[in-house]
DNA sequence: TCAAAAGTGTTCGGGTTACACCCATGG
DNA sequence: CCATGGGTGTAACCCGAACACTTTTGA
C-alpha cells in the first residue's frame, strides 16, 4: 500500500470491494482429467457451471478460504482438505468480471486423487466431475472448447489453470497429488500422459522417475495391477522432493489426438 | 464466486475490503540487483522502506493500477510504463498484514533496464533504487536480509520476487528487460550473474544464447565495449521469443559469495 | 607489452531417446 | 498360449560443462 493516499484508510472512502476465491480443482479418473463444477442456482450465468468459490469471511486469508470452500464442495473433512495441494495460480480484477459489482477474486488451483463424486452435502449438491476436452498441448491455435462456457470469467481462469499444470508436472514432482496414497509407475505415467495429451515411454519415464531422488519411495506390500491385465506392479508413494531437476520436459510434436 | 451465497452481492454487507497492488521493480547497475523502494511519511511504519504501490481506482484492473504506479513511482512516462515488463507475482491476504483494515493486496514484478535515479516528481520524491544484499541462492538457509526490515509484509513479497525472477530467467528470455534496447552479450550474461550470484562461462553462455532462436537478434552498427577495457562486443537487441527452449539452468554449487 | 574482454574450437560425460527384449498374469 | 502391462538392457545422440586458445582494444 502506498504512503501516498492517506485517506485510504476510512474503510468506506471507496466503493468496496468484494473479495472471493475461484478454485480449479483438478482429478485424474478413466484417463481423462477432470474439473470440478458447480451449476449456478441463480442469475446471472444461472443455469451455467461455473468453478466453485467464494466470499473471504472477514478474518479469513484467501488460502483459508479456498481450503474451506474445497471442503464444502467436495465434501472432504477440513483435515483432509487441510493436507490437499493447493497453490495460488492469480488474480482476476476486470472492473467487469461480474456484472453486479465489483468483485477481485484469488484463484487457486487444487490437484486431488481419483475421489468419490462430490457428496449431497450442502453446497456439494450441485458439484460435478466435468472431463475436459482431449487435451492439446497447452497454447495450440487449435485449443478445444467445451460445450458451453463457463459462467464469468471461469473459462479464462480454467484455461490458465491448465497450463499451469501441464507446466508444473515438467518441474515438480506434484504428479504425485493426482495419485492414491500407494500407486504403480503406471499409474504417474498415466497422470502425466493424461495431462500433457502425449505418450511416453515407459522405460525411459520408468528410470527418469526412479533416478529423481525424493520424487517416489518404494513401498514394501502387494504388488498390483493398474489395468485389468498384466504383471502386477510395484507400489510407491510420494517421496519428499518438491522439484525435479533436471526438469522431465514434454515432448514438442507428436501428441496424441 | 459462489452461487450459494446470495446476501454477497449487497455491497455493504461484508466488512468492505481494500484493495491495492505493489510492485517489487528490479533493475541491474553496476553490478547489483536494486529493488525501487519509497519511504513511508506516516503511521504505520512511518519512516520505513516499503515497496512502492496503491489502491486501485474504481474502474481500473489490477494491471492498470500497477502501471499507473509504476509510471508515478518512476517518473516514467505512461506510455513508457506500457511498455514494460510487468507480471503477476500473487496475492497477500492476511488478514493483519495491515494493522488498520483489511487489505488485500496483489503484488506485480517489473523489471526495467538501468533508469535514471526516479525524479522528484510528486510520488517518487521518496522513491530510491536500494541494493539487494549479494545475491545468495534462493532458499538458502543463511538467506540474507537487509538491514531494516520493510514496512508490512514487504520482505515477504520482495523475497517471493526475488524468488520469482530468479527462476524466471531460466526458462524464459525475460533477461534483456533489464537490457536496454542494444546491448552486448557480455552485459547480457552479467544480468544473469548478478541475479543469480554465480558466475557463468562465457563461451557457453554465448552458444546457447545465440542457439536459442528468437532470444536476441544481432544488430549491425558500432559494437561497443561493456567494461572499460578489452575487444568492443556486437550489438543485439530483444529477439521474439519469450521462452527458452531448452532452459538455460542455474548452476547449483559454486555461487560467489 | 600487458591486462581485459570478445569470440572460437574441442573434448568429455551425463542424460535423453529409441527400441529390443524378457517377465508375470488373466483370459 | 496370447494379449496386456511391468520391468531390464543398450546403443545412438544431443547438449551442457570445462577449458585451451585467438582476437581486439586501452593503458
Given at each position: 500500500m502506498s504512503a501516498t493516499r492517506p485517506e485510504g484508510y476510512d474503510p468506506y472512502a471507496f466503493e468496496p470491494f468484494a473479495v472471493t476465491v475461484d478454485l480449479a480443482v483438478f482429478t485424474v479418473r478413466e484417463g481423462r482429467l477432470h474439473v470440478l463444477l458447480v451449476e449456478r442456482g441463480q442469475e446471472p450465468y444461472q443455469g451455467a457451471w461455473a468453478l466453485p468459490g467464494g466470499f473471504l469471511l472477514p478474518r479469513e486469508s484467501a488460502e483459508t478460504a479456498a481450503r474451506r470452500e474445497l471442503a464444502e464442495e467436495t465434501g472432504l473433512s477440513e483435515r483432509t482438505a487441510a493436507d490437499l495441494?493447493?497453490?495460488?495460480?492469480?488474480?482476476?480484477?476486470?472492473?467487469?468480471?461480474?456484472?453486479?459489482?465489483?468483485?477481485?477474486?484469488?484463484?487457486?488451483?487444487?490437484?486431488?486423487?481419483?475421489?468419490?463424486?462430490?457428496?449431497?452435502?450442502?453446497?456439494?449438491?450441485?458439484?460435478?466431475?466435468?472431463?475436459?476436452?482431449?487435451?492439446?498441448?497447452?497454447?495450440?491455435?487449435?485449443?478445444?472448447r467445451r460445450p458451453a462456457p463457463l459462467?464469468?470469467?471461469?473459462?479464462?481462469?480454467l484455461a490458465d489453470?491448465?497450463?499451469?499444470?501441464?507446466?508444473?508436472?515438467?518441474?515438480?514432482?506434484?504428479?504425485?497429488?493426482?495419485?492414491?496414497?500407494?500407486?504403480?509407475?503406471?499409474?504417474?505415467?498415466?497422470?502425466?500422459?493424461?495431462?500433457?495429451?502425449?505418450?511416453?515411454?515407459?522405460?525411459?519415464?520408468?528410470?527418469k522417475v526412479l533416478a529423481t531422488p525424493g520424487f517416489v519411495e518404494a513401498v514394501e506390500g502387494e504388488p498390483r495391477r493398474t489395468g485389468g491385465r498384466g504383471k502386477p506392479a510395484a507400489l510407491y508413494r510420494a517421496g519428499a522432493a518438491s522439484v525435479l531437476h533436471p526438469p522431465l520436459l514434454r515432448p514438442e510434436g507428436r501428441q496424441q489426438t
Open positions: 495441494h493447493l497453490e495460488q495460480l492469480r488474480t482476476y480484477s476486470e472492473p467487469d468480471r461480474d456484472p453486479r459489482m465489483r468483485v477481485v477474486s484469488v484463484a487457486y488451483t487444487a490437484l486431488v486423487p481419483d475421489l468419490p463424486e462430490p457428496r449431497g452435502g450442502g453446497d456439494a449438491a450441485h458439484a460435478r466431475w466435468t472431463p475436459l476436452p482431449a487435451a492439446a498441448p497447452p497454447g495450440a491455435p487449435g485449443r478445444d459462467a464469468f470469467d471461469h473459462d479464462r481462469i489453470a491448465y497450463d499451469r499444470i501441464g507446466a508444473k508436472l515438467e518441474y515438480t514432482c506434484l504428479a504425485t497429488a493426482f495419485c492414491p496414497p500407494r500407486f504403480t509407475l503406471g499409474e504417474l505415467q498415466q497422470v502425466y500422459e493424461t495431462v500433457w495429451g502425449v505418450e511416453l515411454d515407459r522405460p525411459n519415464f520408468r528410470r
